[in-house]
């Protein structure tokens, strides 16, 4: 302790940074009740240098006096176990293995909702208890009076002519400004197919942009297409059947969309390292889900679920090398931050987004309130809480 309280008080006359020295006196009292403070570490002397390296012209040549603070501050362990916070029901915080190669951060902000998207196991697609689920046809559904003009943008831009991704990110720029609006999806007891144009959370956007991407490259302009192509990408195997068959986790919305060739998942291709991490975050806070809070057959088709999709290896590129691949990474890939949170495997998501200069951003619906784009996609994954890196997933070219 007295060791990290030289290291604070050199940090600040450093960096002359009072909101820092407030962030760490609170981790400070947070470790005297038995919190684990290693909210930066390191599995050996080797990766410490190699991220110091890395990152120093790009990230720190652009952070601020409080994200100087923040990265200044590198706590150093000699055991190769690294901690992951752990979110109970009472939102406890406690210490618990997650990896024993996989170098783990914690950095001051973050987004204020993880995405709850779970994905089901084939034998529970069938949906339990859930005999009254509303299960509108797209044909019953009212056309949204703001489709229209994002297909005439798309047909006055040509968009149908030009490579996925540019399609992707031109989708994307249209809806710059569009206020960030949190549990849309939940707002019924009875599973719906929402559709909302006017306002998203961070997976609606990337799904919005993605189904109607998917769309104008084959010069469909239609809104039945459309609505088609969300119910297509929300649900396992594409098809809704009650609140346990969205899927909730953001893995496995990779993966099944993977399966049905919506999507590639390039994590591999990208270098990236595989984890196999246990998912339980649904249901350990129950209670945090009107769904499942008060019914138990949904709860228990998402334990069963959640056991079913454990099983997967998530394929992410860690935090300190997110640059080194900025030149595979091409406009609208699906960007998703992987997390050392216990139980949860993704808390935010967005897309690749091409700067004027060529420099690569995330363009994404922020917590913060609106469809937003991050200069740089390393400097943001760095800031945000709990990241261990991302996952990437690249849009299929429908048209071949």
């Not at 019953?140 to 006055?156: S, W």
């Not at 931050?337 to 949860?344: Q, S």
Request: aromatic share 8%; proline share 4%.
């Amino acid at each position: 302790m007295r060791k990290l309280l030289k290291l604070i008080i050199l940090t600040v006359a450093i960096t002359g940074s009072y909101t820092g020295i407030l962030s760490i006196v609170n981790k400070i009292n947070a470790a005297q009740k038995g919190v684990n403070l290693q909210t930066k570490y390191f599995a050996n002397n080797r990766d410490n240098r190699q991220i110091k390296s890395d990152n120093k012209k790009h990230i720190n040549s652009q952070l601020s006096a409080s994200e100087k603070l923040s990265n200044f501050r590198l706590i150093q362990f000699d055991d190769s176990i690294l901690k992951s916070l752990d979110i109970d029901e009472e939102n406890s915080l406690k210490s618990s293995t997650l990896s024993r190669q996989n170098i783990l951060k914690e950095a001051p902000v973050g987004p204020s909702q993880p995405p709850t998207r779970p994905v089901i196991d084939v034998h529970l697609n069938k949906s339990v208890g859930d005999k009254g689920v509303n299960k509108p046809s797209a044909n019953n559904i009212p056309e949204d009076p703001q489709f229209k003009p994002v297909m005439e943008y798309a047909r006055k831009q040509n968009l149908s002519q030009r490579p996925m991704a540019e399609i992707m990110q031109a989708i994307a720029d249209y809806f710059i400004g569009t206020p960030y609006k949190a549990g849309l999806l939940d707002q019924s007891n009875q599973e719906s197919l929402v559709i909302s144009l006017d306002g998203f959370d961070c997976v609606l956007f990337v799904e919005t942009v993605l189904g109607m991407a998917r769309g104008i490259a084959v010069e469909d302009y239609s809104y039945l297409t459309f609505v088609n192509n969300i119910k297509n990408q929300r649900y396992w195997n594409g098809k809704m059947n009650g609140y346990c068959s969205r899927l909730h986790y953001f893995s496995e919305w990779i993966a099944d969309n993977q399966r049905r060739n919506n999507i590639t998942d390039i994590g591999v291709e990208l270098g990236g390292e595989k984890v196999k991490k246990p998912l339980f975050f649904m249901s350990k806070n129950r209670w945090e889900y009107p769904q499942i809070a008060s019914n138990d057959a949904n709860y228990q088709c998402i334990v069963n679920m959640e056991d079913s999709i454990s099983k997967l290896k998530i394929n992410y590129i860690p935090y300190y090398k997110i640059s080194s691949v900025y030149s595979q990474l091409k406009s609208g890939d699906i960007v998703a931050v992987a997390t050392e949170i216990n139980g949860l495997d993704v808390t935010h998501t967005g897309l690749v987004y091409r700067n004027y200069d060529g420099n690569i951003g995330i363009i994404h619906a922020s917590p913060a309130g609106k469809v937003t784009v991050a200069y740089d996609l390393e400097r943001y994954i760095w800031n945000v809480e709990s990241a261990i890196g991302i996952l990437v997933a690249r849009p299929v070219d429908p048209r071949g």
